[in-house]
């Protein structure tokens, strides 16, 4: 799978779109972006995913760029809640050759939402 | 939907002791995977399961880790001797191929803390 760059930390206003960057530039033409995240003490958690087109879910919303080099992801209002460390993982399709394989958790960007 | 759900939440063991961590996947889900999360080495995958097979074992760290299926809605993941290296939290997750989405449940892990 692909590796993914992220930024170790950033810090968010309470109410504020928190925008969460991704470099995946050697990512190959069938592989999706998966966003999880980790708030503290619990397990992962998926938020989204994509594969060359935008997306939007109750949680978030995913931007990836035409080029698919890098990715963000958009918290609209954050909340103290928010708080954790996101993932941002390039993995290859769907039931590729059968198989689900696994995801690669790097080091992930760690949030923190500001009163 | 409960969830994926694990148990122990904590567990505190001596050197040498036999540790079983256990898991239940959600109802239908078709793969199970089992994590450890350090603070040195992050979040690693040991072994994942399809149908209750085990597909990929590379991960597990050594012969004093094993883990079993015995049936779609049951996990185990043994070490024994535990060693205080152990000392980790253990997640379980698991998945639904018929999706396709290709999301991954995790639990709320086990902490182990081996002395």
């Known amino acids: 799978d692909a590796k993914t760059t992220q930024p170790p930390s950033m810090d968010c206003a309470e109410g504020r779109a928190a925008n969460l960057p991704c470099n995946h530039s050697?990512?190959?033409?069938?592989?999706?972006v998966y966003w999880y995240r980790q708030i503290h003490s619990q397990g992962p958690q998926y938020i989204i995913h994509?594969?060359?087109n935008n997306e939007t879910n109750e949680m978030a919303s995913l931007i990836i760029t035409e080029d698919r080099k890098s990715s963000t992801l958009i918290l609209p209002h954050a909340t103290l809640r928010d708080t954790a460390v996101y993932y941002c993982i390039v993995r290859v399709a769907v039931n590729y050759g059968g198989s689900q394989g696994n995801l690669i958790f790097g080091k992930g960007t760690k949030l923190s939402v500001k009163p | 939907d409960a969830g994926v759900i694990q148990s122990p939440r904590h567990e505190v063991t001596e050197m040498g002791q036999e540790v079983t961590l256990r898991c239940k996947p959600i109802?239908?889900?078709?793969?199970l995977f089992w994590y450890r999360q350090t603070m040195m080495r992050g979040l690693e995958l040991l072994i994942y399961?399809?149908?209750?097979?085990?597909?990929?074992d590379s991960g597990m760290p050594e012969d004093r880790f094993s883990a079993k299926m015995p049936n779609a809605s049951f996990s185990t993941l043994k070490i024994q001797p535990s060693e205080p290296r152990d000392s980790a939290v253990y997640f379980c997750?698991?998945?639904?191929?018929?999706?396709?989405?290709?999301?991954?449940?995790f639990g709320a892990g086990t902490r182990l803390s081996v002395l």
């Open positions: 399961f399809n149908n209750n097979v085990p597909i990929d």
């Open positions: 994509g594969l060359k």
């Open positions: 997750a698991s998945s639904f191929s018929g999706t396709r989405k290709n999301i991954q449940y």
């Open positions: 050697t990512i190959s033409g069938n592989e999706y």
């Open positions: 109802s239908g889900h078709d793969y």
